[in-house]
């Protein structure tokens, strides 16, 4: 029999289909062909030698010793870049026009893309750890920055994986938008949260972490400063959230150590989906804070990974709600299982 969980982070009402579920290897991309990538195109922007292509550099990581070939060319590691149709501009003046019930706002904001390596042909679950660190570091760098421009209440870096994930260019690369409003998702998340903290006292983040690891079923891997787990009730299959451990609710709080713990965790996940589902098509995104905060008792940033594994259809957009036909403490093992082929820098549980 099918049964509902509730999930008091997001307060989505979820339905596990046991009856439909699948085993967890049947979401695996059976379409795909993991075909060789070239190295370089020369028609790809984020390609080595297209640098001077009139996008505005904000910041690029760069290191001399690096041996490979493309990044001794170029002298970068991690760009950071203008998007070249951003979907907000800098440039803009804050206007708000208010006419009966029709709202209006000057399209101001930051529209980044984060060109994640000099090669075309590797993507974040291939990556060293070292290397996923470099991104990392640079989005700490950019969340940094855009938080002191005075227009900007919220800050979103996410990648999109794969066409069905919404990307276009198969570059490794990622985004940060920064927008001059709180998006009406981040206001309902953080007023749950302040309503669990006024009647609980504790972090509803922090309670869901220690109630994971108390079950333990749930949990995908564990490091000495992350933990990342499938959800009680995921909203979707392999639906996958890394919390940190240290209570924290502004993602560019995050120290150098952490930094490196998390890259280190976020690529073992990434890796295992990789191996076990055949490259599927994902989103990550960070969620932290608006910009006003910094230090709250009752936010706990963390990272979002979403396989587009199953698609929604008209009972989802007819009623808000999810059915989930993967169960997800059988997700969770069956990622466990999967060990990565011939990668010596695949992380291993320090826990």
Not at 81 to 102: M, Q, V, W
Not at 149 to 164: D, L, Q, W
């Amino acid at each position: 029999m099918s049964e509902l969980r509730q999930n008091l982070i997001t307060r989505d009402w979820v339905i596990i289909a046991t009856e439909r579920a699948k085993r967890p290897d049947e979401f695996a991309n059976k379409k795909k062909s993991l075909a060789a990538v070239p190295p370089h195109r020369a028609d790809c922007p984020f390609c080595v030698g297209n640098e001077e292509d009139g996008t505005l550099e904000t910041c690029r990581l760069a290191d001399d010793s690096l041996q490979d070939s493309f990044a001794l060319r170029t002298g970068w590691k991690v760009r950071a870049i203008g998007n070249k149709y951003p979907a907000l501009s800098p440039t803009a003046e804050r206007i708000r026009i208010s006419s009966g019930i029709y709202r209006t706002m000057s399209g101001i904001g930051v529209h980044e893309v984060i060109v994640e390596h000099p090669r075309h042909d590797l993507t974040t679950a291939l990556l060293t750890v070292e290397e996923v660190a470099n991104i990392l570091l640079v989005y700490r760098q950019r969340y940094l920055e855009i938080r002191k421009y005075p227009y900007i209440e919220t800050i979103i870096i996410f990648k999109n994986h794969g066409k069905s994930a919404g990307t276009s260019l198969e570059h490794p690369h990622s985004q940060i938008a920064a927008t001059p409003v709180v998006p009406n998702q981040f206001r309902t998340r953080i007023d749950e949260a302040i309503r669990y903290f006024d009647d609980t006292g504790e972090c509803m983040f922090c309670r869901t972490l220690a109630d994971e690891l108390a079950a333990g079923e749930r949990v995908i891997f564990e490091s000495k400063h992350f933990v990342a787990f499938i959800p009680f009730a995921a909203l979707s299959p392999f639906h996958t959230w890394i919390f940190p451990r240290r209570h924290s609710s502004s993602f560019d709080d995050i120290t150098d150590a952490e930094i490196t713990d998390l890259a280190d965790t976020l690529k073992t996940v990434l890796a295992k989906l990789f191996y076990g589902l055949n490259d599927p098509d994902y989103n990550y995104t960070i969620r932290s804070v608006p910009t006003a905060e910094r230090a709250t008792k009752y936010f706990h940033w963390y990272i979002a990974i979403i396989p587009r594994v199953s698609r929604q259809a008209g009972f989802e957009l007819g009623s808000g709600m999810f059915i989930n036909t993967a169960l997800p403490e059988e997700s969770a093992e069956f990622l466990r299982s999967i060990a990565i082929p011939g990668d010596r820098n695949f992380g291993k549980s320090k826990v």
